[in-house]
């Protein structure tokens, strides 16, 4: 079936120190994927996003990878720091002819130590 | 420039009540998209509206509705509610055939 999921629920890392986070995905047509930060009592916030027709993307301190022969997604933030403590969900954009929809991932929880 | 607003932020009903939870659009947007989000789970698309209609619907039940506003804001309304439609309610806008999606804080709704 189609679906959107991240491999670990949680993650730990030190101030600092770079953060990986991966996403799995099953359709093999999913052409678009968004990366989005949603911190407590907040809803999910924009953080980088990605076509099926790159491998690569960079933003300010982070990078999604797009693996498409595994169907495998990663967002790697670079020096994390305190305030990238959130919950990171992975997202497809489903698009018809009707509207779009965004199928979410169930998220991992990142915590960074000082 | 406002982001999108949602009101009220914190709502508690009874099972088998009414609710109607509101949203304005960030400025420029057109579509209004509603997910609803269960404690340590991701959002789940609920249905999106464009042109004050409703263009998609996820897999929920007909007790969930919509409407969308000439000023583009929308309302979601759900009826008979049950324990299990507790959660955090998402609005998203976007403009429609864009890549770009703005949420709100969302409406934290609690049926007792």
């Known amino acids: 079936g189609e679906s959107v999921g991240l491999h670990l629920p949680t993650l730990s890392v030190q101030e600092g120190d770079n953060s990986i986070i991966n996403c799995a995905y099953s359709?093999?047509?999913?052409?678009?994927f968004i990366w989005y930060k949603q911190e407590s009592g907040k809803g999910p916030q924009f953080i980088i996003d990605?076509?099926?027709?790159?491998d690569k993307r960079q933003g300010q301190r982070v990078t999604v990878l797009l693996n498409k022969t595994v169907k495998h997604l990663s967002l790697q933030i670079a020096a994390t720091q305190p305030g990238d403590s959130a919950v990171y969900f992975c997202a497809e954009k489903k698009e018809n002819q009707a509207g779009t929809a965004l199928i979410f991932g169930k998220g991992t929880t990142l915590s960074v130590s000082s | 420039d406002a982001g999108v607003t949602q009101s009220p932020t914190h709502l508690i009903k009874t099972r088998g009540q009414q609710v109607t939870l509101r949203c304005s659009p960030k400025?420029?947007?057109?579509?209004v998209s509603w997910y609803q989000q269960a404690l340590g789970q991701g959002p789940q698309f609920i249905f999106q509206?464009?042109?004050?209609?409703?263009?998609q619907r996820g897999n929920f039940p007909d007790r969930f509705s919509g409407h969308q506003f000439p000023n583009y804001s929308s309302e979601l309304n759900v009826n008979a509610l049950l324990l299990g439609d507790s959660a955090l309610y998402l609005c998203?806008?976007?403009?429609?055939?864009?890549?770009?999606?703005?949420f709100g804080s969302g409406t934290r709704l609690t049926v007792v």
């Open positions: 400025s420029g947007h057109d579509t």
């Open positions: 990605i076509r099926s027709n790159m």
């Open positions: 359709n093999s047509a999913s052409d678009y």
């Open positions: 998203a806008s976007s403009l429609m055939a864009r890549r770009g999606y703005t």
């Open positions: 509206y464009y042109e004050e209609e409703e263009r």
